[in-house]
């Protein structure tokens, strides 16, 4: 199987008709697998629009039309067994359960608020929601965080401690790994957040895409690239989500033939004419 990339992108509320149809023709022409959408502010009446210009392969989470909200996008192209779709936490926690190629996939697109104590209730919320998946499936985390787990991840200070030490507890529980900072230990110039106000930059890494460390090797690239109308950039993931196929192997004998006399004898003449 070719294999297929996951992004995620922090839009800022793509809810104005002009702006959501250049995202999308954004996220089109990148040929993107999978995409999870954060802050896209949309409610119940957006849907028709998004089918529209997506096709009707859109899965939402709305909240309000000035708040949260998350959609998942999935290409024309790949076509997944869909089992279930849960809105875990409304507005901020969307879960589709799918098999691609043979291989059972939980995609998690995720929403963090900016608020701290709203973000610890959060993780506390989304951990326990983890908690119910089967961990012998392949998990895959993407979405905006809002928290920052390293120094380096960041220019200023992490104003909800309690909310990082739960998101870090979720992440070595599940066994989760950033696929970014794993294919880039060294990178500690790139972040996924920028703003420039008032004559100051802010920047740090609050998007990013996990996948389960059993899976690791799946996971060919990833990269974090400049978006249209975000002061959040795309961060991606390349991966072969497929059940693995045997290749070729040794032949090796049946051991229950050891015990036919009749295999033995025959095996035993054959071995000495040979």
């Known amino acids: ?26 996220l089109q022409e990148g040929g993107y697998s999978v ?10 009446t957006a849907k028709d629009s998004w ?4 096709g009707d392969r859109v899965y939402f989470s ?6 949260a909200g998350v959609v998942t996008l999935i290409s024309p192209n790949l076509w997944p067994e869909v089992l279930g779709v849960a809105e875990a936490v409304q507005g901020c926690v969307l879960h589709l359960r799918a098999r691609i190629e043979g291989l059972m996939v939980n995609l998690i697109n995720v929403y963090a608020p900016t608020s701290g104590p709203e973000r610890l209730q959060f993780y506390q919320q989304a951990s326990a929601f983890l908690g119910t998946l089967d ?13 920052t787990l390293e120094e380096r991840d960041r220019s200023g200070t992490e104003r909800c401690p309690a909310a990082t030490g739960t998101l870090r507890e979720i992440v070595e529980h599940h066994s989760l790994m950033d696929i970014w900072c794993d294919h880039h230990p060294d990178d500690t110039s790139t972040f996924t957040f ?5 004559h100051r930059s802010s920047h740090s890494q609050l998007d990013h895409i996990y996948l389960s460390r059993f899976h690791l090797s799946r996971a060919h690239s990833s990269s974090i690239r400049l978006a249209p109308f975000s002061d959040h950039h795309l ?17 090796h004998l049946n051991n229950s033939l050891l015990e036919d006399e009749g295999f033995v004898t025959s095996f035993r003449e054959f071995w000495l004419a040979w």
């Open 62 to 67: 709305h909240y309000t039309i000035r708040q």
């Open 35 to 44: 995409i999870f959408l954060q802050e896209t502010h949309t409610d119940p």
């Open 135 to 147: 961990s012998h499936e392949c998990l895959v985390l993407g979405g905006d965080f809002n928290t």
């Open 194 to 198: 920028v703003r420039v106000e008032a």
């Open 235 to 251: 961060a991606t993931m390349t991966a072969s989500l497929c059940v693995e196929r045997p290749g070729p192997a040794y032949w």
């Open 51 to 54: 089918w529209l210009e997506w």
């Open 1 to 26: 199987m070719t294999p297929l990339t996951i992004a995620t992108l922090n839009t800022r509320g793509c809810r104005m008709a002009l702006r959501r149809s250049q995202v999308l023709s954004f």
